[in-house]
T-cell receptor, first 112, second 109 residues
Framework: DAEITQSPRHKITETGRQVTLACHQT?????MFWYRQDLGHGLRLIHY???????NKGEVSDGYSVSRSNTEDLPLTLESAASSQTSVYFC???????????FGPGTRLTVT | DAKTTQPPSMDCAEGRAANLPCNHS???????VYWYRQIHSQGPQYIIH???NNETNEMASLIITEDRKSSTLILPHATLRDTAVYYC??????????FGPGTRLSVLP
């Protein structure tokens, strides 16, 4: 069955380190999205991509970057992790740009 | 602004229908209403979406008022596993999903 996976599921890192969170989908969807979820803020869009080599900033993109070298993967990189980036991160994909999105299980990141 | 209004919380008895309301008075004619839910610690799960007509799938029914300013998600026979936060969203053309606080549904035994 097609699916979307994220790794690692849990990560603890130190302030200032570079961290990359992986997202992989086997639906062959062109559209992929990264969100973060914090108490009191709900889900907020970080970056998204509508296809290979395409990336776009979302609502809370500062301190994050993404790259899209193939259809299946959209890794999220925290260039220099900050305590404010402690959060749960969700990746999603969709067949249509504005169609239903299918979410991964999430990565819980703690920055100490 | 693509804003919806939902009650912050609701209770429902197990086995009964859960009716979750959503107000989206600023929706435009070609904008779909989407419903997602998020069970504790899991990723959001797509439930259903609709434009004008009522929709039904294996998970739920979606009733949209004729003026499209509000909708109701119906879980016909709620179970304990339906306890979750339910999000009602509509997409502005060219924009992305904006998840609000949603409705926390508690299904009680």
């Amino acid at each position: 069955d097609a699916e979307i996976t994220q790794s690692p599921r849990h990560k603890i890192t130190e302030t200032g380190r570079q961290v990359t969170l992986a997202c992989h989908q086997t639906w062959n969807h062109n559209n992929m999205f990264w969100y973060r979820q914090d108490l009191g803020h709900g889900l907020r869009l970080i970056h998204y991509s509508y296809g290979v080599q395409d990336t776009n900033k979302g609502e809370v993109s500062d301190g994050y970057s993404v790259s899209r070298s193939n259809t299946e993967d959209l890794p999220l990189t925290l260039e220099s992790a900050a305590s404010s980036q402690t959060s749960v991160y969700f990746c999603a994909s969709s067949q249509l740009r504005q169609g239903e999105q299918y979410f991964g299980p999430g990565t819980r990141l703690t920055v100490t | 602004d693509a804003k919806t209004t939902q009650p912050p919380s609701m209770d429902c008895a197990e086995g009964r229908a859960a009716n979750l309301p959503c107000n989206h008075s600023t929706i435009s004619g070609n904008e779909y209403v989407y419903w997602y839910r998020q069970i504790h610690s899991q990723g959001p799960q797509y439930i259903i979406h609709g434009l004008k007509n009522n929709e039904t799938n294996e998970m739920a029914s979606l009733i949209i008022t004729e003026d499209r300013k509000s909708s109701t998600l119906i879980l016909p026979h709620a179970t304990l596993r339906d306890t979750a936060v339910y999000y009602c969203i509509f997409l502005r053309e060219g924009q992305n999903f904006v998840f609000g606080p949603g409705t926390r549904l508690s299904v009680l035994p």
